[in-house]
């Protein structure tokens, strides 16, 4: 499957990496063709990874991954052009910060309706880079989210989820429900400070 990855940091170089592993045709997205980062990354990765501007990498995808800090990703959209997503999935990883205020739009959903024909859907912003893509590196079953307006597109993820070692992937409702995953990042700093590592997630016990 061709997928595009939005940002050049480490969660963006981090999921494009594993998607390459699992056998999928990549390009990074980045404000430049040229991005120093993302042509480091392609001749890392190998054959099945390219490079390209964000309206590239838009064009190029059947799914989408926003990688890009949450304070950008907005203006990164823009930058692709909204009508470059129409019909795609759109993956939104990223948090913003601080959150939105309390009661307005998550970032999720100002992305949904930046682009309202795209199918986003807001899922992996609750671990760290390193879980995102291997939750086996924590003992037990630990859970996962998904938000969106499109059952679909989440039947997609999740399954793209589930062959990056998720076992539960829960759906949490449209893309309303972003508001509370979101929300989760102050928590998720707080245990961070705690802890003394970001290696943790959230286990759901019935």
């Not at 969660?11 to 045709?25: E, F, P, Q, R, Y």
């Not at 760290?128 to 597109?153: E, K, R, Y």
């Not at 539960?168 to 979101?182: S, Y």
Request: charged residues 15%.
């Amino acid at each position: 499957m061709n997928i595009a990855v939005l940002g050049t940091g480490s969660v963006g170089a981090t999921i494009a990496s594993k998607l390459v592993s699992l056998g999928h045709d990549v390009m990074m997205g980045s404000r430049t063709a040229g991005n120093e980062k993302a042509v480091a990354w392609a001749e890392a990765a190998g054959a099945r990874a390219r490079t390209g501007t964000f309206a590239d990498a838009a064009g190029f995808g059947a799914i989408v991954f926003n990688c890009t800090k949450g304070g950008a990703s907005l203006e990164v959209i823009r930058a692709a052009g909204p009508g470059a997503f129409d019909g795609k999935i759109l993956v939104d990883v990223a948090n913003s910060i601080p959150p939105p205020p309390a009661g307005s739009p998550s970032l999720g959903e100002q992305i949904q309706q930046a682009c309202p024909a795209a199918r986003v859907v807001k899922s992996l912003n609750t671990v760290n880079a390193p879980i995102m893509v291997d939750p086996g590196q924590l003992p037990g079953t630990h859970a996962v989210f998904v938000s969106g307006n499109d059952a679909d597109a989440k039947t997609q993820v999740s399954a793209l989820l589930r062959s990056f070692g998720w076992r539960e992937v829960i759906d949490l409702g449209d893309i309303t429900t972003a508001r509370q995953v979101e929300a989760y990042l102050g928590l998720w700093l707080a245990l961070w400070k705690a802890l003394g590592t970001m290696a943790f997630n959230i286990a759901i016990v019935r």
